[in-house]
């Protein structure tokens, strides 16, 4: 209990004995003996409370001493780098994270360097502080837990998945299901009950709520890169947050290209994405292709592209509605569109925003977008991507190492996989808009 209501049961305690007192006092006369054993209790429970408020308040300032930092004497050395303790050993950290956030970011990179130490090198004492911590070093394939790759630490693969989130437009925005195996079918509501118009005597039609399937097949999808086999304890933190970046970015560039580019081939993984479904002529309805010449950001006015776009998207998804733009197009079209509105401030220009803005809609920006309008094909894409596209989730990350592969570099290879799939699912068709439409450019 704290000192602060100690003190204050105590002070309810005196109070109560002191009510008794004062009754006793009012009705002019002297305690019974009832009363006056409850007075004792009060007042003997008020001084034991008072007195436990001090044993707490001297143990709290004991305990803030004992646990006070100890200023250095001498700063050690760090080569450029900052020294942070972590319980009692400590590590150093170079220059800014960039993949581990949060309160315990150098911790965790320490962590995950550590295991890194552990599984590419085969570092005994390595091994030996992530068994102690319980940091898994297991090994994963599809569905088997007993030979292949090294399932990557869960505050490293958090790390992973924050920046995938961050980079990736498909898996930040699209609607995200977990796969408990390669193959999935997730149940879709194709059609719902209809009303009818009836006479008196006519019998009512009858109709049904349908469903149909959108089918998930997980693909694995790797990446392959190089670490110096000069893994120093003194730099696994910075290793740990730049094999983090490096995975994430590259699992994210080809998340968004299969989602995004896909054509069905090899290359993505046999994935169709929502560019070039759009265009197949069996989404037409969803298109805006407007009045003029548009190949070109700079074509682009609001009139046309935008509130063009906008008025074809159908009501249901328009709640969560975002811009889905190349940042070229957003600072050529959308940006430039907002400056000539008028009414930006100069700090505005200088400073933007946190989350940026476009006639009320978020603005995600991908490098998968096309970088420029072009006749026929998509410029820009507005709606609600949970609802167009599924984004199937297999597993996590899991890491193969070779040391064999750059042995002339005197570096190993180090390969991360996934497995993921991703179906867009709803895109309209020749009569009706899906929950996400398209600019389509025109000469």
């Given at each position: 209990?704290?000192?602060?209501?100690?003190?204050?049961?105590?002070?309810?305690?005196?109070?109560?004995?002191r009510?008794?007192?004062?009754?006793c006092?009012?009705?002019?006369?002297?305690?019974?003996?009832?009363?006056?054993?409850?007075?004792?209790?009060?007042?003997?429970?008020?001084?034991r409370?008072?007195?436990?408020?001090e044993?707490?308040?001297?143990?709290?300032?004991?305990?803030?001493?004992?646990?006070?930092?100890?200023?250095r004497?001498?700063?050690?050395?760090?080569?450029?780098?900052?020294?942070?303790?972590?319980?009692?050993?400590?590590?150093?950290?170079?220059?800014?994270?960039?993949?581990?956030?949060?309160?315990?970011?150098?911790a965790?990179?320490?962590?995950?360097?550590?295991?890194?130490?552990?599984?590419?090198?085969?570092?005994?004492?390595?091994?030996?502080?992530?068994?102690?911590r319980g940091?898994?070093?297991?090994?994963?394939?599809?569905?088997?837990?007993?030979?292949?790759?090294?399932?990557?630490?869960d505050?490293?693969?958090?790390?992973?998945?924050?920046?995938?989130?961050?980079?990736?437009?498909?898996?930040?925005?699209?609607?995200?299901?977990?796969?408990?195996?390669?193959?999935?079918?997730?149940?879709?509501?194709?059609?719902?009950?209809?009303?009818?118009?009836?006479?008196?005597?006519?019998?009512?039609?009858?109709?049904?709520?349908?469903?149909?399937q959108?089918?998930?097949?997980?693909?694995?999808?790797g990446?392959?890169?190089?670490?110096?086999?000069?893994?120093?304890?003194?730099?696994?933190?910075?290793?740990a947050?730049?094999?983090?970046?490096?995975m994430?970015?590259?699992?994210?560039?080809?998340?968004?290209?299969?989602?995004?580019?896909?054509?069905?081939?090899s290359?993505?993984?046999?994935?169709?994405?929502?560019?070039?479904?759009?265009?197949?002529?069996?989404?037409?309805?969803?298109?805006?292709?407007?009045?003029?010449?548009?190949?070109?950001?700079?074509?682009?006015?609001?009139?046309?592209?935008?509130?063009?776009?906008?008025?074809?998207?159908?009501?249901?998804?328009?709640?969560?509605?975002?811009?889905?733009?190349?940042?070229?197009?957003?600072?050529?079209?959308?940006?430039?569109?907002?400056?000539?509105?008028?009414?930006?401030?100069?700090?505005?220009m200088?400073?933007g925003?946190?989350?940026?803005?476009?006639?009320?809609?978020?603005?995600?920006?991908?490098?998968?977008?096309?970088?420029?309008?072009?006749n026929?094909a998509?410029?820009?894409?507005?709606?609600?991507?949970?609802?167009?596209?599924?984004?199937?989730?297999?597993?996590?990350?899991?890491?193969?190492?070779?040391?064999?592969?750059?042995?002339e570099?005197?570096?190993?290879?180090?390969?991360?996989?996934?497995?993921?799939?991703?179906?867009?699912?709803?895109?309209?068709?020749?009569?009706?808009?899906?929950?996400?439409?398209?600019?389509?450019?025109?000469?």
């Open positions: 209990m704290l000192v602060l209501e100690l003190r204050e049961k105590a002070a309810e305690e005196a109070q109560a004995a009510d008794i007192k004062e009754k006092e009012a009705e002019s006369r002297g305690m019974t003996s009832d009363e006056g054993l409850e007075f004792d209790t009060h007042i003997t429970e008020s001084a409370l008072e007195k436990e408020a044993r707490q308040e001297t143990l709290e300032a004991a305990e803030k001493r004992l646990n006070k930092k100890q200023e004497k001498v700063e050690p050395e760090t080569a450029n780098g900052k020294r942070i303790e972590v319980g009692h050993s400590s590590m150093f950290r170079f220059g800014k994270l960039r993949s581990f956030t949060g309160p315990k970011a150098e965790n990179a320490y962590t995950a360097g550590k295991w890194l130490m552990a599984t590419v090198m085969n570092d005994a004492s390595a091994r030996q502080w992530c068994r102690d940091v898994e070093m297991r090994v994963q394939t599809e569905g088997i837990n007993t030979a292949g790759g090294f399932v990557v630490p505050v490293m693969e958090r790390a992973i998945i924050d920046l995938r989130e961050t980079y990736g437009m498909f898996r930040a925005n699209a609607r995200v299901l977990p796969m408990g195996s390669d193959h999935t079918n997730v149940p879709r509501r194709a059609s719902g009950v209809t009303a009818y118009f009836i006479g008196e005597t006519t019998e009512i039609t009858a109709s049904e709520k349908s469903w149909n959108v089918e998930l097949t997980a693909k694995k999808l990446a392959l890169t190089r670490m110096s086999t000069d893994l120093s304890e003194d730099a696994i933190i910075n290793i947050d730049d094999l983090a970046q490096e994430a970015w590259a699992f994210a560039k080809k998340e968004d290209e299969c989602g995004l580019d896909g054509d069905g081939t290359t993505y993984g046999g994935m169709s994405g929502i560019l070039t479904q759009f265009v197949d002529g069996t989404h037409t309805f969803g298109q805006h292709t407007g009045t003029s010449p548009y190949v070109a950001w700079e074509d682009g006015t609001f009139a046309d592209e935008i509130v063009g776009v906008m008025s074809l998207l159908p009501s249901y998804a328009q709640a969560n509605a975002k811009w889905y733009i190349h940042p070229t197009g957003k600072a050529g079209l959308l940006d430039a569109l907002s400056l000539q509105a008028g009414g930006t401030t100069t700090t505005e200088i400073n925003t946190r989350a940026p803005m476009h006639s009320g809609y978020p603005i995600v920006t991908s490098a998968a977008m096309p970088v420029a309008p072009a026929t998509v410029a820009f894409l507005f709606g609600d991507l949970a609802l167009s596209s599924t984004f199937g989730d297999r597993r996590g990350i899991t890491i193969k190492v070779s040391d064999q592969r750059y042995i570099y005197d570096q190993i290879g180090i390969q991360a996989t996934e497995r993921f799939c991703i179906v867009n699912h709803d895109l309209g068709s020749t009569t009706e808009a899906g929950p996400i439409v398209a600019s389509i450019g025109i000469t």
